[in-house]
């Protein structure tokens, strides 16, 4: 994608709709001012995949990556761009974003597909040849599958840069709902007072059954563990 620059010396003031720029590598810093609309509208296009051929008004033309945008946080435009310039023909690393296509049979299931990755660093044989996403099917998949970096397919000539047993995509099992967590948290603490001595086994059936509440159940066990107490106490008097 071609943009047009303007040659700008440090602390210029800036004409309208422009904003500063710098793109630098190993060997060179140059900067530069360009066109705030027609960058912010090609980079919601390409991100930092897209490969830029900047051109500096009476000056020369290099091919670069955006490095990092500095946002305006009220307006969410651009106000300053960090370009990193690159050679055609050699490797460079980048971050792709990651993707996802079809059904998964675990969504069928009620679960939910969870990309815990959503950009996997790549080192593509060539700026021109840096692949604009990663798609994964997940057709397949069920419930605790999941995909690692280095299942996903990547183009002809592009290899992992990173770790190839992280998890990048999962499959979850379904949610729960209000009345199923608290369900499954009551019966965890029923499980808990009976392994404590608190409760008996036929009361956590019964509090599980919706027969008793958990305070009738302790207030019946310490009225037993009372009336034990006080027969011990007559056998010993006779």
């Known amino acids: 994608m071609e943009l047009n620059a303007k040659p700008r010396k440090s602390q210029e003031k800036l004409a309208e709709g422009l904003i500063p720029a710098v793109a630098y590598n190993k060997e060179k810093n140059v900067s ?36 990092t945008v500095q ?30 296509k079809g059904k998964s049979q675990g969504e069928v299931m009620g679960g939910l597909v969870d990309i815990v990755v959503h950009n996997l660093s790549v080192i593509a044989p060539g700026p021109r040849r840096i692949p604009q996403e990663l798609v994964v099917d997940v057709t397949k998949l069920n419930i605790g ?15 992992l840069a990173g770790d190839a047993e992280q998890v990048v995509i999962s499959v979850l099992p379904p949610r729960l709902s209000e009345g199923e967590a608290a369900a ?34 302790k207030a019946d066990a310490a009225g037993e563990t009372e009336g034990d107490a006080e027969s011990t106490e007559e056998k010993s008097a006779e």
């Open 184 to 217: 499954e948290q009551q019966a965890a603490q029923v499980a808990g007072l009976v392994a404590a001595g608190e409760i008996s086994e036929e009361a956590a059936a019964a509090i599980l059954e919706g027969d008793a509440t958990v305070e009738e159940a």
């Open 32 to 67: 530069f001012t360009i066109d705030k609309k027609a960058f912010d509208r090609a980079f919601r296009q390409t991100s930092t995949t897209g490969l830029f051929d900047i051109t500096i008004e009476g000056g020369e033309t290099f091919p670069a990556l955006v490095k």
């Open 71 to 100: 946002m305006d946080k009220r307006k969410r435009t651009p106000i300053h761009v960090d370009f990193y310039m690159v050679t055609y023909g050699e490797p460079v690393e980048v971050n792709v974003p990651v993707h996802t």
């Open 145 to 159: 599958d999941h995909v690692t970096a280095g299942q996903v397919k990547l183009p002809d000539g592009v290899k």
